[in-house]
């Protein structure tokens, strides 16, 4: 099998990237939100899945 070095290269910075926002987000709650309704959390959340925006698929739409 030949090696797909642009994937392999491409999942390295997929991974890099999510870790990335998963510590800045883990932060920032910790930070700014001791509950669900801090209403910057929720906007983030509502717009990361809106399906005219971010549309990320399985990203749930309220912040808990």
Same mark, same amino acid.
């Given at each position: 099998?030949?090696?797909?070095?642009?994937?392999?290269?491409?999942?390295?910075? !997929? @991974?890099?990237?999510? @870790?990335?926002?998963?510590? $800045? #987000?883990?932060?920032?709650?910790?930070?700014?939100?001791?509950?669900?309704?801090? @209403?910057?959390?929720?906007? !983030?959340?509502?717009?990361?899945?809106? $399906? @005219?925006?971010?549309? #990320?698929?399985?990203?749930?739409?309220?912040?808990?």
């Amino acid at each position: 099998m030949p090696p797909y070095l642009f994937r392999e290269d491409g999942m390295q910075l !997929w @991974d890099a990237n999510g @870790d990335f926002a998963a510590d $800045f #987000v883990n932060k920032i709650h910790k930070i700014r939100c001791r509950s669900p309704k801090d @209403d910057a959390i929720q906007a !983030w959340a509502k717009e990361t899945s809106a $399906f @005219d925006k971010a549309a #990320v698929p399985g990203f749930p739409a309220m912040y808990y």
